[in-house]
Nanobody, 115 residues
Framework: QVHLVESGGGVVQAGGSLRLSCAASGSIFGLQTMGWYRQAPGKQRELVATITRGGSTNYADSVKGRFTISRDNAKNTVYLQMNSLKPEDTAVYYC?????????WGQGTQVTVSS
């Protein structure tokens, strides 16, 4: 079992920045793609960004140029640097990690951007 713990959420004004972290523990051998999804109230969960073990990244169009995903394989941790935040970025952000064709999820961290 892979255990994911997110941190770094909070309340920030529009235009501000936050950095989310997600640390994996437990059965972490063979972790592959890691990433972030988000879910705003009344909306479906949507992809934010992903990163492969080799460092290839993918971003939702809505965050390109503002968010940066990175990972430290030695620490089994993935990060999401969020700059130029907008009120529409307000959501619960969920970390995930793929291992042996199974996706594992964190409990989520709230990000609130005030206008």
């Amino acid at each position: 079992q892979v255990h994911l713990v997110e941190s770094g959420g909070g309340v920030v004004q529009a235009g501000g920045s936050l950095r989310l972290s997600c640390a994996a523990s437990g059965s972490i051998f063979g972790l592959q793609t890691m990433g972030w999804y988000r879910q705003a109230p009344g909306k479906q969960r949507e992809l934010v960004a992903t990163i492969t073990r080799g460092g290839s990244t993918n971003y939702a169009d809505s965050v390109k140029g503002r968010f940066t995903i990175s990972r430290d394989n030695a620490k089994n941790t993935v990060y999401l640097q969020m700059n130029s935040l907008k009120p529409e970025d307000t959501a619960v952000y969920y970390c995930y990690a793929d291992r042996l064709l199974i996706s594992h999820w964190g409990q989520g961290t709230q990000v609130t951007v005030s206008s």
